[in-house]
């Protein structure tokens, strides 16, 4: 084994790929999709000096030579279609269901840059995992880590579409390796079938206005309310068009000791979720990812999940958040779901 994948290996990755560090070949279709205005109230992709960044690593790390590409599989088990369809509960994205994965990555590529440091001597670094202005779909799909699907995932032939992709700029030479690409699409369209706001508008364009994973996560603010019973009881993220992909299916579950489910968190009850105060959501998600949304994010796609519930209970549920919550936005969306 090369000393290469070898420190890969020992750091705990799945699938790799080593790049010489060049342009992107993609950044032109992101400058489309962003002048277009899909990435909704992500500003933070349309900054100048970001899509720069993005359009060569270089701009990241001036000395870079070659870049490692990372795949860490994290397919979940099933969870059984009657916790699933159970509109009395919140489902929450698969990735979610595990401690925050960046703190996993992040100390698995400390561990990777001190392995290749101890066989190539010490050299210029910079490490992402989902954090930074990388086109990281790209440059994996480029190393034969997997193709981008019609949902712009990436997709491995073995592993399926349940993957945190990550990548290390380094300053030294390193030898190329990249494998063949594997699998396509062909003519399933069953993603864009299944997407219940039409967010797939085109291959391998996701328009995020209309996604209920950027709705129930990044999106600050009011959901528009023709939205909202199409997320059903999807309270953070959404996996429907992972969930169909053919790829995906029968895979089986990862089993990883620093990488466990949370079966708190697999299908909670509504009833469990309710916090009207942000040391309370704080506590109760201290190392997940769902923090990102913040309380009052959370709690209005709670309160959007009772009233798409329609029973006495979620009844109950919806008037004690009128009357308990801080937040004019979640009583606004707490008042939706009453007229029944």
Not at 29 to 36: D, I, M, V
Not at 316 to 332: C, M, Q, T
Request: with cysteine; aromatic share 10%; hydrophobic share 40%.
């Amino acid at each position: 084994m090369e000393p290469v994948e070898k420190c890969i290996r020992e750091a705990g990755f799945d699938l790799f790929g080593v790049l010489p560090v060049g342009a992107s070949t993609t950044v032109d279709a992101l400058k489309t999709w962003l002048g277009e205005g899909m990435h909704g109230t992500m500003d933070w992709m349309a900054r100048e000096e970001t899509v720069e960044k993005r359009s060569h690593p270089g701009k990241i790390l001036p000395h870079a030579q070659s870049l490692i590409t990372l795949a860490f599989q994290y397919t979940p088990y099933e969870i059984p279609a009657e916790l699933l369809h159970d509109p009395s509960r919140g489902i929450i994205a698969r990735y979610a269901l595990y401690d925050d994965y960046h703190l996993v990555i992040q100390k698995k590529l400390q561990q990777l840059v001190e392995g290749l440091q101890r066989e190539f001597g010490a050299f210029e670094w910079k490490a992402y995992v989902d954090t930074g202005p990388f086109l990281e779909r790209e440059w994996a799909a480029a190393a034969g880590l997997g193709y981008i699907g019609r949902n712009s995932n990436l997709i491995h032939y073995q592993l399926g579409s349940y993957l945190f992709l990550a990548e290390l700029l380094v300053s030294i030479p390193l030898p190329e390796f990249r494998r063949p690409e594997r699998g396509s699409c062909a003519r399933c369209v069953r993603c864009i079938d299944q997407c219940p706001t039409g967010a797939i508008v085109a291959d391998k364009t996701i328009d995020a206005r209309k996604c209920i994973s950027y709705i129930t996560i990044e999106h600050r603010g009011a959901i528009p309310e023709w939205i909202r019973p199409l997320m059903k009881n999807r309270i953070y993220g959404c996996d429907i068009c992972q969930e169909v992909c053919p790829w995906n299916s029968g895979r089986a579950a990862q089993k990883k000791a620093d990488f466990v489910v949370r079966e708190d968190l697999v299908a909670p009850k509504l009833s469990t979720l309710l916090f009207f105060d942000d040391a309370a959501f704080r506590a109760r998600f201290a190392r997940s990812p769902i923090k990102r949304a913040k309380r009052e994010g959370f709690m209005r796609n709670v309160a959007v999940a009772l009233g798409n519930w329609k029973s006495d209970e979620a009844r109950g549920l919806l008037n004690s958040i009128i009357e308990e919550d801080p937040s004019p936005l979640v009583r606004e969306h707490a008042k939706w779901g009453l007229p029944y």
